[in-house]
C-alpha cells in the first residue's frame, strides 16, 4: 500500500461524494434563470392543457350478482321423487354467469350492439349520438358514407357497410370508453363504466347496456325451467279439459239410467265406465298439478337476477385536469426534464474538457 486513501483505485470516499454531490447542486443553482423560465413555460403549457382538453364524464351503475337459490333444493328433490319428477332437469344454475363471465358478456359484441342500436331519444339512436359527437362520418369520410346510413331499420337488413360501422364503433367503445371490474375480488359487486365527452350520452349507454344484460341473464338464466313449467302448464290444462269431458260424460250416463236396477248389471256398465275414466283422469291430473306447483317454487328459486345498488345520476363524475392542477404539473414535468437535460449537458462539458 502506497498511503493512498482508497482500498482500491476504483472506491470513492465520502468527502470525495459529498463534494461532488454539492458540485452539483451549485451548478444548478447558477442556472437558476434557466430553471425559472422552464417552470413559468410548464406551468403555462399546463394551464394550456386544463383549458383545451375536455372533460370525461363516467357513468357508473354497480351491482349485486344474485344466483338462483338452490339451498333446500336437495329436499325438494326428495319430495318431488316421490311424484317422478326429477328437479336436476328442471334447474340446475347454469355457469354462464358465475366467476367473470359475466363481465366478459358486457364487453361482447352483441350487448354493444343492442346497446348502440336503442334509442337516445325520441329522434335519435345511441349509435348516431356516438359518430355525431366523435365525429366518426367525417373521421371515415374516406371509407364509408356514414351520412347515408340508416341504423334504425331491422338489423336483418343492414349493409355489409352497416354492419363493419356497428362492429368497428362496438371495438372504440370496448377499448376507450367500457369499464367493467370488481372493486374487490373477493366481493360479488361489480361496476359498470362508461367515460364520455358527452354527459347525456354517457348516462344513457350505461343505462341501455346494463338492462340489455340483466335481460339476457334472466331470459338464460330461466330458459329451462319456464320451458319445463309451459309444458306443464299445457299438460295440465289438457288433462283438466279431459276430465271435464269425463265428469260430463259420467253425469250424462247416470241421467240416463237414474235409477237402474241392482238386479241387471248391464244397466250400469256405462255408468261404471265413465266413472273409472273420472278416477283415472284425476289421478292423471292431481299428479301433473303437483309437477306443476313444484316447477313454478323452482321457476321463482332461478329468477333472481341483478340487483342494482347505484345507477348514474346528472351531474355525472367528471374526469378533467383542472387549472391549478394542471400548472402545478406541467411545472413539475418540464422543470424535471429541464433538470436532466442541464445534468446531460454538464456531463458532456466534463467530458470534453478531461479529453
Not at 363524475?317 to 400548472?327: H, S, W
Request: charged share 25%; with cysteine.
Amino acid at each position: 500500500m502506497s498511503g493512498s486513501q482508497h482500498f482500491s483505485d476504483n472506491q470513492f470516499t465520502f468527502k470525495e461524494v459529498a463534494q461532488g454531490f454539492s458540485g452539483w447542486i451549485a451548478y444548478f443553482i447558477s442556472q437558476w434563470k434557466t430553471l425559472i423560465l422552464s417552470g413559468i413555460l410548464g406551468m403555462a403549457l399546463g394551464a394550456l392543457v386544463s383549458v383545451l382538453d375536455k372533460p370525461l364524464f363516467i357513468a357508473s351503475t354497480s351491482f349485486v350478482l344474485e344466483d338462483g337459490d338452490t339451498a333446500g333444493m336437495g329436499q325438494m328433490s326428495g319430495l318431488a321423487s316421490l311424484v317422478g319428477v326429477n328437479l336436476g332437469s328442471m334447474g340446475g344454475t347454469s355457469g354462464l354467469f358465475q366467476g367473470d363471465n359475466i363481465m366478459e358478456l358486457y364487453r361482447s359484441d352483441r350487448m354493444l350492439d343492442e346497446a348502440l342500436l336503442s334509442p337516445f331519444d325520441e329522434n335519435q339512436l345511441l349509435i348516431d349520438r356516438f359518430i355525431e359527437f366523435e365525429k366518426i362520418d367525417k373521421r371515415w369520410a374516406s371509407k364509408v358514407d356514414i351520412a347515408g346510413m340508416d341504423f334504425s331499420i331491422p338489423r336483418e337488413d343492414f349493409t355489409v357497410s352497416q354492419d363493419s360501422v356497428v362492429k368497428e364503433v362496438a371495438k372504440l367503445i370496448r377499448e376507450n370508453q367500457l369499464s367493467v371490474a370488481k372493486p374487490d375480488r373477493k366481493l360479488t359487486i361489480i361496476n359498470v363504466s362508461i367515460s364520455s365527452e358527452d354527459e347525456a350520452y354517457a348516462k344513457v349507454f350505461n343505462e341501455r347496456l346494463v338492462e340489455n344484460v340483466n335481460e339476457f341473464y334472466r331470459e338464460t338464466k330461466t330458459k329451462k325451467t319456464s320451458e319445463n313449467l309451459a309444458i306443464l302448464q299445457s299438460q295440465a290444462d289438457s288433462v283438466r279439459k279431459i276430465l271435464d269431458e269425463s265428469i260430463g260424460a259420467y253425469a250424462s250416463a247416470t241421467d240416463r239410467v237414474p235409477n237402474a236396477n241392482p238386479l241387471l248389471s248391464t244397466a250400469t256398465i256405462e255408468t261404471k265406465k265413465r266413472q273409472i275414466d273420472v278416477q283415472a283422469t284425476g289421478a292423471v291430473y292431481e299428479e301433473v298439478v303437483k309437477n306443476l306447483e313444484i316447477a313454478k317454487v323452482n321457476h321463482r328459486n332461478n329468477s333472481p337476477l341483478i340487483q342494482i345498488i347505484d345507477s348514474p345520476r346528472f351531474p355525472l363524475e367528471r374526469d378533467e385536469i383542472r387549472l391549478v392542477k394542471g400548472m402545478v404539473l406541467g411545472c413539475i414535468i418540464v422543470g424535471l426534464l429541464t433538470l436532466f437535460a442541464l445534468y446531460l449537458r454538464r456531463l458532456y462539458q466534463k467530458h470534453v474538457q478531461e479529453s
